[in-house]
């Protein structure tokens, strides 16, 4: 299942990967999430180590195991992704594949949150997370090649033109999840960039992560070879 031991185009390269949802706690027992499996992103991680890539993977909280040769750093919460992204650098790629979440509570509180009996419902106060991949772009230490992934319901391409430009990263990956839904198997990717778009194929998820190293590796082989 590997890929030829004299096929690795990324060999010398450093890749940080992160993949997964974010969990944002509300108290002890609870937490706000999102619909991301995470295999799109550990596929990712794998081909970039089968490619003779280093990598570095940020994981969220998803039950999958690490893939051969990534280095895995678990972690729970947006603010906790953030400063493990900043602590990988530096990085010759950076593919932000995880589905972070936009806004945690608040206050988190200590003790788990009671019902009092009278129907009264609590308030849930919402504060933004950083957004790591706009960091990322500003930040001092930028990856030559920022690539941030995009998960639509409608509008694909506009949407992600928009992202392109509004976060400063180099290439959005952008799929239609209404289309293949998160949690699945496959995808249909459009690699939308400033040269134009490349949509490819609805392929398994293993394939677009294959197919996206052989991508990744051709442009850094041409920023500095
Ligand atoms: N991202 C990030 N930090 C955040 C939110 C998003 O690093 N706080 C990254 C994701 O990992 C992804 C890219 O930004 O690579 C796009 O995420 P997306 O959720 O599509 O973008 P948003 O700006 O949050 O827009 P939306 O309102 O569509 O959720
Ligand atoms: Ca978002």
């Not at 096929?7 to 990967?17: I, K, N, T």
Request: aromatic share 4%; proline share 8%.
């Amino acid at each position: 299942d590997f890929a030829p031991a004299n096929h690795r185009p990324l060999y010398g390269r450093r890749l940080l990967v992160t993949a997964g949802p974010t969990h944002e706690p509300i108290d002890p027992v609870r937490y706000i999430a999102n619909r991301s499996s995470g295999k799109q992103g550990f596929a990712i991680a794998a081909a970039a180590a089968e490619a003779g890539a280093e990598v570095l993977l940020v994981a969220g909280p998803v039950p999958l195991p690490t893939p051969p040769g990534v280095v895995r750093i678990d972690v729970e919460t947006a603010v906790e992704m953030a400063a493990e992204v900043e602590a990988a650098l530096p990085a010759d790629a950076a593919i932000m594949v995880a589905a972070v979440a936009d806004w945690r509570a608040a206050d988190t509180r200590a003790k788990k949150i009671k019902k009092d009996g009278s129907g009264h419902v609590p308030p849930l106060a919402l504060a933004e997370n950083p957004d790591i991949l706009a960091g990322l772009a500003r930040s001092a230490k930028r990856p030559p090649l920022l690539i941030g992934f995009a998960a639509e319901t409608n509008d694909v391409i506009d949407h992600a033109q928009a992202k392109l430009a509004r976060k400063g990263c180099d290439w959005i990956v952008a799929n239609d999840v209404s289309a293949d839904p998160m949690g699945g198997e496959t995808n249909r990717v459009h690699i939308v960039s400033k040269d134009g778009v490349d949509s490819w194929d609805r392929l398994p998820k293993q394939a677009v992560a294959r197919k996206l190293m052989e991508k990744i590796a051709d442009e850094l082989d041409k920023c500095s070879p």
